[in-house]
């Protein structure tokens, strides 16, 4: 008997993947989100041998412009691709701030089929561009019995990474992605997947977001700390301006200067939400008893653009400070 070839989507929101640049040595100074979805595939032939493709252009823009109303549009998008009996939906990305749509999507969709995040480090018109094997790549990952269940995943320079441990640890190297203080899901060799992790924090259906129902996120913004911090002002600024929440890149283990932290114990009083994350790469952020008392939420091992992402989401569900908490300890 034929098998017939799995029913993938490509949803197309541009990056460097889409970009073009003015000489074919060129990979930087280039424009980011330029080339059409149909072009994309275009430049890679072989894909028609793994499954059929259908594709749509939600977005063309550099992710570093990423904004809510995009996100929102997509969960709408995967949702109607599942709906029609696509077997798994494929994001062309800009890496940038490809970890925080992963992330979001992640916690808000409700489904077990594969949904892979895919980008490039050059743009399409460079020489060795890295798109087309990384979208080969993303496609044969969608197909693939064993990616169900998983949650939100990218594929990068041949690596299949979680959305939750998915950092960009490298501004300008192909190899510009990690999975830092958990490790990579799996590797892709020529189009085959082989698993050899996995991620026991909760995502998808196991978490209490769902996509379809939000149809605003509320304000949450993040502050560094650094010496003779004068960002006091700026946290005040941003309540004032209508944050619900405040996530604080911390230095260490979760400090904050003086002169911030006065501030930031005020507005603690007035009922902002304040996750204290840390400009530390890995490990994760261990709060005094003091602090917890003032009120303020560890956001453990999540950077503070991740944490920023699941504080939203816990905002849209409660205020209760314990329940937030409770989130970060479980996604
Ligand atoms: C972007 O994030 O859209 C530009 C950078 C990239 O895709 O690598």
Redesign the pocket.
């Known amino acids: 008997m034929i098998k017939s070839k799995a029913k993938i989507a490509i949803l197309a929101t541009?990056?460097?993947?889409a970009?073009v640049a003015g000489s074919q040595i060129s990979s930087v100074g280039y424009t980011?989100?330029v080339v059409g979805v149909k072009e994309l595939i275009e430049a890679v032939p072989e894909i028609e041998n793994l499954a059929q493709i259908q594709t749509k252009q939600v977005a063309n823009?550099?992710?570093?412009?990423m904004n809510d109303e995009i996100w929102l549009k997509l969960i709408q998008e995967i949702n109607s691709c599942f709906k029609q009996g696509i077997d798994g939906v494929v994001i062309t990305?800009?890496?940038?701030?490809?970890e925080e749509t992963a992330y979001f999507l992640n916690l808000t969709l409700k489904h077990h089929k594969p949904v892979v995040l895919v980008?490039?480090?050059r743009p399409s018109s460079a020489r060795s561009a890295d798109g087309p094997k990384n979208l080969y790549n993303a496609i044969s990952l969608a197909t693939d019995k064993n990616a169900q269940g998983k949650g939100v995943m990218v594929v990068m320079n041949d690596k299949i990474l979680s959305a939750r441990a998915i950092v960009k640890t490298h501004t300008l190297n192909v190899d510009?992605f990690s999975s830092l203080n958990f490790g990579d899901l799996g590797y892709i060799v020529d189009g085959k997947c082989f698993f050899y992790n996995e991620i026991l924090k909760l995502h998808t259906k196991q978490t209490p977001f769902d996509g379809e129902k939000i149809k605003t996120l509320p304000k949450v913004d993040i502050l560094y700390t650094y010496s003779n911090d004068g960002s006091g002002i700026a946290a005040k600024a941003l309540f004032d301006n209508g944050a619900q929440g405040l996530v604080i890149a911390g230095s260490g283990a979760g400090n904050i200067h003086e002169n911030q932290k006065k501030v930031l114990k005020e507005l603690l009083k007035q009922g902002l939400k304040i996750v204290l994350s840390t400009r530390v790469a890995q490990g994760q952020v261990m709060l005094s008893e003091e602090d917890i008392k003032l009120g303020f939420i560890s956001a453990l091992d999540l950077n503070p653009q991740k944490a920023r992402i699941l504080l939203i989401l816990a905002l849209t569900q409660t205020k209760d400070i314990h329940t937030i908490r409770e989130f970060f300890q479980k996604y």
């Open positions: 541009g990056g460097t993947i970009g980011a989100g823009i550099d992710s570093s412009n990305h800009g890496t940038d701030t490809m980008g490039a480090m510009a």
